[in-house]
Structures are given as structure tokens and as C-alpha cells.
């Protein structure tokens, strides 16, 4: 089983409207968890961190949930410019982080 | 503004090729590492540094080694490429203070192996 699971999509979605996705880990032990984006053929950067309490950063809200190991993302009135790869990472240490293979999220006009 | 960099963006090698892929970060971080990324896999780390002259294997080393003899540059090594290893190769290095961490990754170098 992997670390991370991502349900890969796309989600294709006109703007405007609202995406929610996803990502469970099968470590119970994971200690830090973010949101990373991944524009086509470039490098991830990060989104955001996910706290327990959830966290909002705009138009963008992260979720965590210890006791179903997952954690979520959601996008409210999409942008063009939100069309990315999302990609999931838990860390169980300084140096172990497990990355999700990604969700691609596609906005359309 | 942070940086990253690594040497090359695109590269093509021939199988059996020693290959040096060189990663350099201004921020005056002690951990680096090296994944490599291909479809539907995500990102898998080969190896990682917490110091100067210290790594630690990564999930996938085999086939690969690393160097870091100064604290700014960490290097990947394929010994002998093959065809396996043509993928995209990602360098990070990261922030961390008190449970907060940030990694930041280089722009990538996309190797073909043939």
C-alpha cells in the first residue's frame, strides 16, 4: 500500500465553481502534512501546511482528519490560473517526506 | 528570494554513461535530497543529506550515489545509466524551525537515458 493516496482526477470544473479532492496516508505516526502545487513541467511549491484545527488561506481551505488519516483541499470560485497538479506530502520526520502522486485539477473559461 | 538551482534543465545520455546531476541552494539549509518524479508515481526520494559529507539512502538509492562536500551543493551520480533511470530528477532543500517545514525544490532536470 502507499504512504500517500491521491485520486489522480482531473477534475475538470468550470470557473467559478468549487473543487474538493482528497488524500489519505497510512501512517499514523505522520506528524506534518502540506498541500504542494505543480505547474506542467515545473518544480512543486508549496501551497500550504494543513493544521489540525483546518486552515483557510484565501480560497483555499485544508482539512485534516487524524482519526480517518486524510486530509483535503478545497478551491472556491476556481480560477484559470488554479490549473495545476496538487500534490499531497505527509512528513514523519525531519527527513521523511512522502509525497501523493498528485491531482491534476483543470479549470475551464 | 530563495533559490535552488541545478545544472542542467534537460539532459541526454547514453546507457552506461556515469552522469552528474549538481544541486545548489543559497539558503544556508543543512538538509538536501534528491527524488526523482515519473507518472503516476509522485515523487520518490533516492537520497538525502542532514550535513556536509553525511547521506542517507534514500527509498529508491540503487543505481545512483551522492556528494556533498560543501553545505551549499549536493550531487546525484548514476554510475552507469540505464534506461530506467530517464526521468525527472527534483534537488530540495529544506526549512524547518520548531515543526514548521518548507522545502524548496530546484526547477528539475529532465534526463533521457537511451
Known amino acids: 500500500r502507499k504512504e500517500v493516496e491521491q485520486d489522480p482526477g482531473p477534475f475538470n470544473v468550470p470557473e467559478g465553481a468549487t473543487v474538493a479532492f482528497n488524500c489519505t496516508y497510512s501512517?499514523?505516526?505522520?506528524?506534518?502534512f502540506f498541500w504542494y502545487r505543480q505547474d506542467c513541467r515545473k518544480e512543486p511549491k508549496l501551497l500550504m501546511s494543513?493544521?489540525?484545527s483546518g486552515n483557510e488561506d484565501g480560497r483555499f481551505t485544508a482539512q485534516l482528519n487524524r482519526a480517518s488519516q486524510y486530509i483535503s483541499l478545497l478551491i472556491r470560485d476556481s480560477k484559470l490560473s488554479d490549473s495545476a497538479t496538487y500534490l499531497c506530502?505527509?512528513?514523519?520526520?525531519?527527513?521523511?517526506?512522502?509525497f501523493g502522486a498528485g491531482t491534476t485539477v483543470t479549470v475551464r473559461a | 528570494d530563495v533559490k535552488v538551482t541545478q545544472s542542467s534543465r534537460y539532459l541526454v545520455k547514453r546507457t552506461g554513461e556515469k552522469v552528474f546531476l549538481e544541486c545548489v541552494q543559497d539558503?544556508?539549509?543543512?538538509?538536501m535530497f534528491w527524488y526523482r518524479q515519473d507518472p503516476g508515481l509522485g515523487l520518490r526520494l533516492i537520497y538525502f543529506?542532514?550535513?556536509?559529507?553525511?547521506?542517507e539512502k534514500g527509498d529508491i538509492p540503487e543505481g545512483y550515489s551522492v556528494s556533498r562536500e560543501k553545505k551549499e551543493r549536493f550531487s546525484l551520480i548514476l554510475e552507469s545509466a540505464s534506461t530506467n533511470q530517464t526521468s525527472m530528477y527534483l534537488c530540495?532543500?529544506?526549512?524547518?524551525?520548531?515543526?514548521?517545514?518548507?522545502?524548496?525544490f530546484g526547477p528539475g532536470t529532465r534526463l533521457t537515458v537511451t
Open positions: 506530502v505527509v512528513t514523519v520526520n525531519d527527513y521523511k517526506l512522502s
Open positions: 501512517n499514523s505516526a505522520s506528524q506534518s
Open positions: 494543513v493544521y489540525s
Open positions: 539558503m544556508d539549509h543543512e538538509n
Open positions: 543529506s542532514y550535513d556536509v559529507k553525511m547521506k
Open positions: 530540495a532543500s529544506i526549512w524547518n524551525a520548531g515543526g514548521v517545514y518548507e522545502q524548496y
